[in-house]
């Protein structure tokens, strides 16, 4: 089996993956792994639609009482959508290019997991791999259902739950190398109800349009500012995702309008403070909310395992990583239950785009500072 990881990542894209995964691509996945000496334990969970999910721990054990350093992703890929140049699920090289859908977010990524795993002895440590078929949806079964069986096999004694976590999202902005995640803000999606008298438009009083009143209660919470940032933090937003009546005739007034929120909030807020806020808002409008908090806002301050990491990316690159806690939450909203987690990975610029693309050098690159961090945090000392 090549460890080339352009070959690798080539592999994985040829399998279409889009969210919930189960199935070929995870089968790719263990065939890279077994030959190195991996355990591998996979799990499939949910119905539809949230599932079914696909999630895969594979483990090789280092010496009795040696550190266990893990590397997570996922195999799931958000969907193609339009005006690709080539076919998104068939690997297109072309010039210094790597195209396909999940290059950068985050087949890439895994491949160069692999490639380095590839290159570090087994009696330097105790390494894993979490990967799971949901990431970019509800994750309802991903991440977080895997780290109870990872919980539940540790806890039969057939491996053990890792001391330090590299997520390999893409971080990186303008090169490889340029930023690496500490921490993440947190998310709430809130669905807003108002309730009102369906009747004919031209008899306005024997009605209650629900129309104006969604219209204020989101103009009151678009005008929030819910803050200015904070040390590690930029500022939290609100945005309005959605607004539906679904009213197809032009005489009747509706009986009901809805809307969406997504709230991303850093660590002057939580996640429930949010929703009550929401609610009370939606309330005085006579309106109703309903929330789903996908995870709250985290930090791994920085410490030894941030600056080994900044370590073996300068080794690598010569680029010193910004620490940062911008854009997006990911999986490390789960991870961090186990150990201090930290998040570095390819250039995001053509994530979740069309024609989505991987510098081929930034793969091989990428594998050899993946190698240098498993290797410094399997020689760590115990906190
Ligand atoms: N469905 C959940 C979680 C969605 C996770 C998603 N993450 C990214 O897009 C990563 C991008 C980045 O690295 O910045 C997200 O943040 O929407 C939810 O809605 O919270
Ligand atoms: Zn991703
Ligand atoms: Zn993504």
Redesign the pocket.
Known sequence: MSADPVVLTERLIDCPSVTPATGSVFDVLQAMVVPMGFAVHRYIEGEAPDGPVENLFAIRQGPAGSRHFAFAGHLDVVPPGQGWSSAPFTAERRGELLYGRGAVDMKGAIAAFVAALADIPQDAGTISLIITGD?????RYGTAALIERMRALAGAGEGSLPDLCLVG???SVNRLGDMMKIGRRG?V?IWLTVDGAQGHVAYPHLADNPIPRLIAMLAELDALVLDEGSDWFQPSNLEITDIEVGNPATNVIPAQARARL?IRFNDLHTGQGLVDRVSAIASRHGGTARAVI??ESFITLPGDFSSLIAHAVETETGVTPELSTT????DARFLRALCPVVEFGLC?ATMHKKDEAVAMEDLRVLARIYRRIALAALQQPSA
């Open positions: 990431e970019e949806g509800p994750a999202e893409p971080t998310s999606n997504s996908s995870g854009g997006g939450t990911s995001n």
